[in-house]
């Protein structure tokens, strides 16, 4: 037998066999579960954290459909801008946004139909840009982009006639196939916020 090597036996008496008590078995059981429910729900946050970081990745640049039913009305938004009938159609028919975001700008295109489209481009530089304004009528807005944490906002200004403010926040939803649309808008004495929802589309 090499040195310093010895068997060890154990004999252990009948009389000390170790029987864990029916409570503490209990108590351990019943202290498995909600230890079980804990790893699931780790299992369920890191998935959720996988899919919003793929959402992240995929990021604004695609085509949106309006989900007409959960977004606010633009009623208001209409009658505060003293809007004709005709670009109140218009905004009202709006049913698809083109959002494309590179490494050089943001560019918004609202999906109005031929002539009443509505394409404006801002430099990720944040240097003010000049567009023509929304409501078709003569003259420029000036604008430019910022990134925030949760996504581009766009701050838009113009003058009379009806002169005012407005910003476009956009921020992905759910697992990046949603997105929502935060606006203030100005005019006057009088603001207004209201919420535009969309449907990823590609």
């Avoid at 954290?49 to 989900?67: C, E, F, N, P, Y």
């Avoid at 801002?122 to 944490?149: I, L, Q």
Wanted: charge should be positive.
């Amino acid at each position: 037998m090499p040195f310093g090597i010895y068997p060890v036996h154990c004999i252990v008496p009948a009389s000390l066999n170790f029987h864990l008590p029916r409570s503490s078995a209990h108590k351990l059981r019943t202290g498995l579960i909600p230890l079980r429910a804990d790893v699931q729900n780790l299992d369920a946050i890191v998935q959720d954290a996988q899919r919003r970081r793929m959402a992240s990745a995929r990021g604004l640049t695609g085509m949106w459909v309006k989900d007409k039913a959960n977004s606010d009305s633009m009623d208001t938004v209409c009658e505060m801008a003293a809007l004709s009938w005709v670009l109140r159609t218009a905004v009202k028919i709006i049913s698809r946004m083109e959002l494309k975001d590179d490494e050089e700008a943001f560019e918004v295109t609202m999906k109005a139909g031929g002539i009443l489209d509505v394409r404006e481009r801002y430099p990720w530089s944040g240097e003010p840009v000049n567009h023509p304004r929304r409501d078709k009528r003569r003259g420029k807005h000036t604008a430019y982009v910022k990134r925030t944490d949760q996504g581009p906002t766009v701050y838009v200004k113009w003058d009379d006639p009806m002169g005012g403010t407005c910003s476009d926040h956009f921020r992905l939803t759910g697992y990046g196939d949603t997105l929502e649309q935060h606006s203030e808008m100005t005019i006057g004495e009088r603001t207004h916020r209201y919420i535009s929802r969309y449907n990823r589309q590609r």
